[in-house]
């Protein structure tokens, strides 16, 4: 039973809605692996806790971009782990202009410290000094505001960004966390966990809602400005029929319920 008196501190963190393509895009979804402890077997985007190593203060000339404290962070955690879980690297060549990503070639160069970064065996930071990139942060823009619910045992203060994935860069799951990386649009992902060939977590399944109303990907930059984050704080109420959780209207979201059993069923 969930002990509603206690509520853990919600950890910062950050989730990637990488695009393909223009008016019907596809967004690269990972399927989580089975035997991890929280929403195993969910098809969710790229992500995951923001890293001692994401707020080194060093970090300095190695980043596109203009950001301060957690949302500096949160855009680096964020880059991290798509490059951990995917392979795919929003960077380009120390030097060079913001959007020139490097290419496959480059990719695959890395690929072997996937793993030990994901495990906190290497510093993310230093891998990319060491091969001389800039991380691309500008093309990052903010798409929702998400922080779970004060009775969960684990808590994640999750800011959601959009970005164009670089042309040319192949996404690979990496085999520990993920077992499928696929490029796949809103709808399909939406019509495969209706017919109940595919797990998604309540958050996961509004923001493909949402991305699936919105259609291009000019619409969606469009979109994803700041003014238009409203932070997400499900409460839990109840009725006759049973406990839910609410979000706000203003969030801008198909519903604004969701059943408390759902949820911890994705969970």
Same mark, same amino acid.
């Given at each position: /039973?969930?002990?509603?008196?206690?509520?853990?501190?919600? %950890?910062?963190?950050?989730?990637? !809605?990488?695009?393909?393509?223009?008016?019907?895009?596809?967004?690269? /979804?990972?399927?989580?692996?089975?035997?991890?402890?929280?929403?195993?077997?969910?098809?969710?985007?790229? +992500?995951?806790?923001?890293? =001692?190593?994401?707020?080194?203060?060093?970090?300095?000339?190695?980043?596109?971009?203009?950001? $301060?404290?957690?949302?500096?962070?949160?855009?680096?955690?964020?880059?991290? &782990?798509?490059?951990?879980?995917?392979?795919?690297?929003?960077? #380009?060549?120390?030097?060079?202009?913001?959007?020139?990503?490097? +290419?496959?070639?480059?990719?695959?160069?890395?690929? &072997?410290?996937?793993?030990?970064?994901?495990?906190?065996?290497?510093?993310?930071?230093?891998?990319?000094?060491?091969?001389?990139?800039?991380?691309?942060? #500008?093309?990052?823009?903010?798409? =929702?505001?998400?922080? #779970?619910?004060?009775? /969960?045992?684990?808590?994640?203060?999750?800011?959601?960004? %959009?970005?164009?994935?670089?042309?040319?860069?192949?996404?690979?799951?990496?085999?520990?966390?993920?077992?499928?990386?696929?490029?796949? #649009?809103?709808?399909?992902? !939406? &019509?495969?966990?209706?017919?109940?060939?595919?797990?998604?977590?309540?958050?996961?399944?509004?923001? $493909?809602?949402? $991305?699936?109303?919105?259609?291009?990907?000019?619409?969606?930059?469009?979109?994803?400005?700041?003014?238009?984050?409203?932070?997400? $704080?499900?409460?839990?109420?109840?009725?006759?029929?049973?406990?839910?959780?609410?979000?706000?209207?203003?969030?801008?979201?198909?519903?604004?319920? &969701?059943?408390?059993?759902?949820? /911890?069923?994705?969970?």
């Amino acid at each position: /039973m969930n002990d509603f008196s206690k509520s853990a501190e919600p %950890v910062l963190s950050s989730t990637m !809605l990488l695009l393909k393509g223009e008016d019907a895009p596809a967004v690269l /979804m990972v399927k989580r692996h089975y035997q991890i402890d929280f929403a195993s077997g969910a098809m969710v985007f790229p +992500g995951g806790k923001v890293s =001692a190593d994401d707020h080194r203060e060093d970090w300095e000339g190695w980043y596109h971009g203009t950001y $301060l404290d957690d949302e500096l962070a949160a855009r680096i955690g964020g880059v991290r &782990e798509v490059f951990e879980e995917s392979g795919i690297l929003l960077a #380009t060549r120390k030097g060079d202009p913001a959007g020139k990503f490097v +290419g496959q070639s480059v990719c695959n160069e890395l690929a &072997e410290f996937r793993s030990p970064v994901d495990r906190g065996e290497m510093s993310f930071l230093e891998l990319v000094q060491k091969y001389k990139l800039q991380l691309d942060l #500008t093309d990052l823009q903010p798409y =929702a505001h998400w922080i #779970t619910p004060d009775f /969960m045992p684990k808590r994640f203060d999750t800011r959601f960004y %959009v970005a164009r994935a670089p042309e040319g860069q192949e996404a690979l799951h990496d085999g520990r966390e993920t077992t499928e990386a696929v490029w796949m #649009t809103p709808t399909e992902v !939406l &019509e495969k966990a209706e017919a109940g060939e595919a797990k998604l977590l309540f958050p996961t399944r509004v923001n $493909l809602e949402r $991305l699936e109303d919105l259609g291009s990907v000019s619409a969606i930059c469009e979109f994803a400005q700041p003014e238009n984050v409203v932070t997400v $704080l499900p409460v839990v109420e109840s009725d006759e029929t049973g406990k839910f959780l609410r979000i706000p209207k203003a969030a801008g979201y198909r519903v604004t319920t &969701e059943p408390l059993e759902r949820v /911890m069923k994705t969970v």
